[in-house]
């Protein structure tokens, strides 16, 4: 069992790296969302048969045919109690990339089915193998050149050539206060292209080591200036600077639906636009990425880059600061399943060098891949082939 020796992992001691650059004693991450312990590092593997695994939100990871998976089978129904009050569940299983592609990815044998809603006919799938949630992964803070909120606000709706960014002329106070909080000096102008926004100047306090002190010094050491992406740096930071900088992108370029409690972060970017997707991703929630164009009056502006997520109001880390915003945000999510992932595709990829780690959670699990994917590392314990209700709860060290 393997993965791409290329795989991206985000680890809680150095960042991101890959996966043959692994070694014993990094932290990496349990779905559960808790950093666990690499205790050894397989050598490189060439000549491999390799899979692209996709899961239904669009992520992917790059395995060989005996990779394990950990999944719930939604063909394998189980009953357990005595008949009239039968508790019913779906029996978790492990296989192999190989085992779960000659199986079949449907979770009706024959492909599919069709249901009638108010006389019309519709054509359904639904997926037969489910991951494992992905739950927030959490790590501690680290140091970091800019204040993560300020930062993704920037990134949002800044100026990329200059120190400032344009706000609706309502949350003027609120990013004034932001600024300040962060150590400079907010400077308010009209700005902006209509009456009802403002520009804010980000500025910084005269004298020695003015340019390496200002927002603009520090924008520019970052390689941000006139460039705008989100670092590595940031990308792997502590889960509330990750939260927090998720915040500024969305409390600026995202918009949330009074109805539904979508959120949405819309940018013709597709570095920040994939910085959101990860971001989303790596604090726990299901978000996927659609792409199209974006017109001006009719005119075709170029390709726009759309992400999306449902959150609820007791989730663990929130989307937005602005109140008008964070008020949107649901109690519920409809039990629509906004954090369930299924294997929906396995496709024959091209043979890359592979390997494998070894990790210290008792069931093996391990999220690998630049789009945190939940799957099977080895244990020293093995693997189980199957499982019932509750068993695969992980254990991990204390």
């Known amino acids: 069992m393997a993965l791409s020796a290329a795989t991206r992992v985000l680890t809680a001691n150095r960042g991101w790296t890959r996966l043959q650059g692994l070694r014993a004693g990094d932290h990496v991450f349990h779905p559960s969302g808790v950093a666990i312990v690499v205790t050894a590092v397989a ?24 990779h394990l998976w950990e999944v719930t089978d939604k063909r ?49 799938n639904e997926y037969r193998y489910v991951l494992p949630d992905q739950k927030a992964l959490v790590s501690d803070d680290r140091a970091l050149p800019l204040d993560p909120y300020l930062l993704g606000a920037w990134l949002g709706d800044g100026n990329s050539a200059s120190a400032s960014l344009t706000a609706h002329i309502a949350d003027v106070p609120h990013w004034v206060a932001v600024i300040a909080a962060a150590g400079f000096i907010p400077t308010v102008r009209p700005g902006g292209g ?34 705008k992406h989100v670092p590595d740096a940031y990308l792997s930071a502590g889960s509330r600077q990750r939260e927090a900088l998720l915040q500024g992108l969305l409390d600026t370029d995202g918009t ?67 109140a008008r915003k964070r008020d949107r945000v649901k109690a ?38 630049n789009d945190f994917v939940p799957t099977l590392a080895r244990s020293p314990w093995g693997a189980r082939r199957t499982a019932g209700p509750g068993a695969v709860s992980p254990r991990l060290p204390q």
């Not at 085992?99 to 019309?120: F, H, I, N, P, Q």
Request: aromatic letters at 6%; charged letters at 25%; a positive charge.
């Open 43 to 66: 050598q490189v593997q060439d000549h491999r048969d390799c899979y692209r695994v996709a899961t239904t939100d669009g992520r992917s990871v790059i395995v060989d045919g005996d």
């Open 76 to 124: 394998a129904v189980r009953s357990l109690g005595p008949r009239g009050a039968t508790q019913k569940w779906f029996e978790k299983r492990v296989l192999s990339t190989r085992e779960l592609l000659e199986s079949g990815l449907s979770r009706y044998a024959g492909g599919g089915r069709t249901s009638v809603t108010d006389g019309k006919q519709y054509a359904t």
């Open 194 to 227: 209509t009456p009802d926004t403002r520009s804010i100047g980000i500025t910084c306090t005269g004298g020695k080591g003015r340019q390496s002190r200002s927002f603009m010094g520090r924008l520019t050491e970052l390689g941000l200036r006139q460039n």
């Open 256 to 322: 949330v639906n009074a109805i539904r409690g979508q959120v949405e972060f819309c940018s013709m970017n597709t570095y920040l636009a994939s910085a959101v997707l990860q971001l989303a991703r790596s604090l726990g929630w299901r978000a996927t990425l659609r792409t199209g164009r974006a017109t001006l009056a009719g005119r075709d502006c170029g390709e726009k880059f759309r992400v999306f997520f449902t959150p609820v109001r007791a989730d663990p880390f929130a989307p937005f600061r602005l």
């Open 332 to 369: 519920l999510d409809g039990g629509k399943g906004r954090s369930t992932l299924s294997i929906s595709a396995i496709t024959v990829a091209e043979p890359v060098p592979v390997c494998d780690i070894q990790v210290t959670a008792l069931d093996g699990m391990a999220v690998l891949g």
